[in-house]
């Protein structure tokens, strides 16, 4: 039965990869509540113990604009959340040509940026919701190429 329902789960998914891959409207992808980039043909399906998708006002609220088709919420099975990753400060949400960025700064070539725009408070709140609570930066390349090393 378990078996059965990954089929049934990898399929799902395998569907709504290529129904996004048709539209290039991609859903957003958070894997244990943070906001990440990876393809998910990459996810070994034995790591993830649930899966929720979204297109709820809720998630909205949470990720704005980046939620706009919808939102894929993976948890694995190694993710334990705890009190002390409350007290854990957490990082702006870096978007790169409009697109999330989860490498380090650091492997951007600063040759091959055109402009970098930092938003706090309500102007990064009211377009990306909860996901801009911690400031939103905004790098556009010239001519959108980037070197990124992930």
Known sequence: MKKLSLLVILLFFS???LSA???KKDPLIVVNGKISNIKLS???PDAIESMTVSKSQASKDAYGILAENGVISITTKDYVKNDSQKDQPTEPL???NG???TSSLDS???QEV???TVRKDKTATAPYGKAGENGVILITTK???LNKKQ
């Open 99 to 101: 697109e999330v960025f």
């Open 15 to 17: 569907f709504l990869s």
């Open 94 to 96: 870096i978007l790169v």
């Open 108 to 110: 951007i070539n600063i």
């Open 21 to 23: 891959q048709i539209d």
């Open 114 to 116: 055109e402009s970098l």
């Open 143 to 145: 001519e959108n190429t």
């Open 42 to 44: 990459s996810l070994n």
